[in-house]
């Protein structure tokens, strides 16, 4: 790994942009902050003892070479694309932007200006998940025929996106890393409780060319905390529990299904926790930025990958919204 140089500016210290300020600083890279809220900027300036700057100013710095936005999802593309036409990779939250279209120009910025774009799908670079995506490659599920993803909480609640964008492209990407597809058709269900047209909770169900069925169930209007990935195969099922301590996070069920003739047949298996090593995972996201800049990594979370996501986040909106199921161009 290459020395690592302070050249990452956060813009954005709030809700989630203090977290990642925290790990760029931790891992040596933070060279300054950026806040529309001047008594804010200031405190985290304070904090890790850098510069706070302007939008406008630190994308004319030569000394910054990564522009991290955390801000709301309407700004991610504008944003985007000024750091970019200035010459700055960019890490944007997730989503990538509001609509494919923004998306799409989001990676002509990327290409015309010869810098990465990064979007923060957090949970593929989770060592948890990135252990169950080896799985997958390596076949010890066999055949994939159905996974399913619970995204539950109380709060927090948005008023710019609903539940469906705010919390399912996380689910979603995973889903669609470990089908290697994207999906034929999308039917979604959503309910508006709180707010008129800004859905609480939700359910997207995914169908794909071979067959695998997928879901995901979100809500910021539930009364516990649950993160939970199931993947269903052939040979093995494994649950990814991220509210389980981490030496339980993964629990993997060697159950075998069989068919003969019209008899279904179960073996059932011991559970088996999986070791992992342990790591945070925003810190290996940020870590991921760090290296993308240095040339030492392929792009993972590219915005190619975040357009897809996206697609399927519009599908969704666009399902929950006419009440049919929407059928994804080829």
Known sequence: MKRIMKNIAVVGCGHWGKNLVRNFSHLGALACICDPDASLAQIFSEKYSVPSASFEDLIKNP?????????????????????MRAGKHVYVEKPLSMSEAEGGQMIGASE???????????LQYHPIFVEIRSMVADKVFGKLQYIYSNRLSLGK??????VIWSFAPHDISMILSLAGQ????IRADA???????????AIIHMEFASNLKAHVSVSWLHPVKEQKLVVVGEHA???FDDTQPWNKKLAVYNHDVNISGQEVYCS????????????EPLQQEC????????????????GREGLRVLKVLEAASLSATQKRIIKMAR
Do not use: W
């Open 63 to 83: 000394e910054i070479k990564g522009v991290v936005l955390a801000v709301p999802a309407p700004l991610h593309a504008s944003l985007a694309i000024e750091a």
């Open 112 to 122: 015309k200006y010869g810098v990465h774009l990064m979007v923060g799908h957090l």
């Open 157 to 162: 609640i948005r008023s710019e996106e609903d």
């Open 182 to 185: 994207e999906p034929q058709q």
């Open 191 to 201: 309910t508006c409780i709180l707010q008129n047209n800004i859905a609480d909770a």
């Open 237 to 239: 099922m494994a649950i």
């Open 268 to 279: 059932k298996a011991d559970v088996e926790y999986r070791h992992v090593e342990e790591a």
């Open 287 to 302: 870590q991921y930025f760090i290296e993308l800049i240095q040339g030492s990594v392929p792009p993972l979370t590219d």
